[in-house]
Nanobody, 116 residues
Framework: QVQLVESGGGLVELGGSLRLSCVGSGFNSNLTFSAYAISWFRQAPGKEREFVAQVHFYDLIKKISDPVKGRFSVSRDNSKNTAYLQMDNLQPEDTGRYFC?????WGPGTQVTVSS
């Protein structure tokens, strides 16, 4: 069964950086990690989950949402079944739980808290 697990969250000061990782497992020859886009979402308390970034297969096509453009970047290493979300110049509004998703599978999320 496909599973995704995020890591790398934590408490960071205003303007700081974090790199989140999303590791996939349970893939096989019919469903390979590299064949599908990996998306990152976040959800702040009391708010709906929102799209943050996406990296398509083989790291060729990337999308970044406007609120984080210029501060966040997304990448993947298919040899490690891992996707990354590099977050720089973090702001209090970036606080929330961050999730990765591929196909219809979601990870449990990792908490990011930015202190001001």
């Amino acid at each position: 069964q496909v599973q995704l697990v995020e890591s790398g969250g934590g408490l960071v000061e205003l303007g700081g950086s974090l790199r989140l990782s999303c590791v996939g497992s349970g893939f096989n020859s019919n469903l390979t990690f590299s064949a599908y886009a990996i998306s990152w979402f976040r959800q702040a308390p009391g708010k709906e989950r929102e799209f943050v970034a996406q990296v398509h297969f083989y790291d060729l096509i990337k999308k970044i949402s406007d609120p984080v453009k210029g501060r966040f970047s997304v990448s993947r290493d298919n040899s490690k079944n891992t996707a990354y979300l590099q977050m720089d110049n973090l702001q209090p509004e970036d606080t929330g739980r961050y999730f990765c998703k591929t196909v219809n599978y979601w990870g449990p999320g990792t908490q990011v808290t930015v202190s001001s």
